[in-house]
T-cell receptor, first 111, second 118 residues
Framework: AQRVTQPEKLLSVFKGAPVELKCNYS??????LFWYVQYSRQRLQLLLR??SRESIKGFTADLNKGETSFHLKKPFAQEEDSAMYYC?????????????FGKGTLLTVNP | GAVVSQHPSWVICKSGTSVKIECRSL??????MFWYRQFPKQSLMLMAT?????????EQGVEKDKFLINHASLTLSTLTVTSAHPEDSSFYIC??????????????FGPGTRLTVL
């Protein structure tokens, strides 16, 4: 069975401060990991995926298979980063496999 | 980019009636669509996986007779909540995967449908 754990339900930081949203996973096979973001009153959208190894909006995430983690980081948070962030996992092999989401972390960036 | 629409965006119905929610992929074909349910300030819970031309696969605990899913074409899947009750009130979200599949293809999410059962 696949499981995604986001230990922090709420995270509040000040503008310009570093931010790290934690994500741990449990899966016996080879996983694909994703971070999705949901801004207020908007649909869920993909922020980044581990296979792309890219930085989006200043965010990065590194898959650590030893620690089974995929933490999302940004060195300097901005107010517009305030949103709900979901970590998600799916088995490697294709987009037709189901995603398993964590419970989400609500990030608030204060001015 | 790929766009997924849902209709209606919100619906209010009386207890005991049935409600149909449509999910459409507007600019791509989707062999697979997923239906999720999201409670306020909570995560998305997968309800079922819908494959074009075949029966949907429901997650454990989801009543297939209550949540009827039809994926009749490569661009349309419908979720019908039958004999709705107040506890069915929720935010229903669909996502669609392009027909070409592959690891680099993502799921695209619809804007969601807010169902309120009185």
């Amino acid at each position: 069975a696949q499981r995604v754990t986001q230990p922090e339900k709420l995270l509040s930081v000040f503008k310009g401060a570093p931010v790290e949203l934690k994500c741990n996973y449990s899966y016996s096979g080879s996983p694909e990991l994703f971070w999705y973001v949901q801004y207020s009153r908007q649909r869920l959208q993909l922020l980044l995926r581990h296979i792309s190894r890219e930085s989006i909006k200043g965010f990065t995430a590194d898959l650590n298979k030893g620690e089974t983690s995929f933490h999302l980081k940004k060195p300097f948070a901005q107010e517009e980063d305030s949103a709900m962030y979901y970590c998600a996992l799916r088995p490697s092999g294709g987009s037709n496999y189901k995603l398993t989401f964590g419970k989400g972390t609500l990030l608030t960036v204060n001015p | 980019g790929a766009v997924v629409s849902q209709h209606p965006s919100w619906v209010i119905c009386k207890s005991g009636t049935s409600v149909k929610i449509e999910c459409r992929s507007l600019d791509f074909q989707a062999t697979t669509m997923f239906w999720y349910r999201q409670f306020p300030k909570q995560s998305l819970m997968l309800m079922a996986t819908s494959n074009e031309g075949s029966k949907a696969t429901y997650e454990q605990g989801v009543e297939k007779d209550k949540f009827l899913i039809n994926h009749a074409s490569l661009t349309l899947s419908t979720l019908t909540v039958t004999s709705a009750h107040p506890e069915d009130s929720s935010f229903y979200i669909c996502s669609a995967s392009p027909a070409s599949g592959g690891s680099y293809n993502e799921q695209f999410f619809g804007p969601g449908t807010r169902l309120t059962v009185l």
